[in-house]
């Protein structure tokens, strides 16, 4: 019995978040799905999706990581520039005026 119960536990605890999130609003249709997949592939941010679909933006993101699908925003299509990838040019530019 002891066994079983660790064995539960360690099932749970390789769920990440996102497994354990109950969709709060309406179930997806296929037709949908279908759509969502399409409007994705064709480039278009989650902000443009929802407004298509009229779905919230969550619910799109959501189901666009469900399916496996990369999660596109206005700020990763237009290429802004992440923190990281800032500093590693900060750095770049420091190793390359020591020269």
């Given amino acids: 019995m002891v ?4 064995e539960i536990i360690g099932y749970y605890l390789t769920k990440t978040e996102e497994e354990f ?4 609003g309406k179930p997806w249709s296929h037709a ?10 064709n480039g278009k941010t989650v902000a443009e999706i929802a407004q298509l679909m009229d779905k919230s933006s ?18 990763n299509r237009e290429g802004s520039t992440s923190t990281s ?9 420091h190793l390359m005026s020591k020269k």
């Fill in 3 to 6: 066994a079983a119960r660790f």
């Fill in 21 to 24: 999130t109950v969709p709060k």
């Fill in 32 to 41: 949908q799905v279908k759509q969502l997949q399409e409007l994705r592939n």
């Fill in 58 to 75: 969550d619910a799109v993101k959501q189901k666009l990581r469900r399916l496996g699908l990369k999660v596109v925003t206005l700020e």
């Fill in 85 to 93: 990838s800032i500093w590693v040019s900060l750095c770049a530019r």
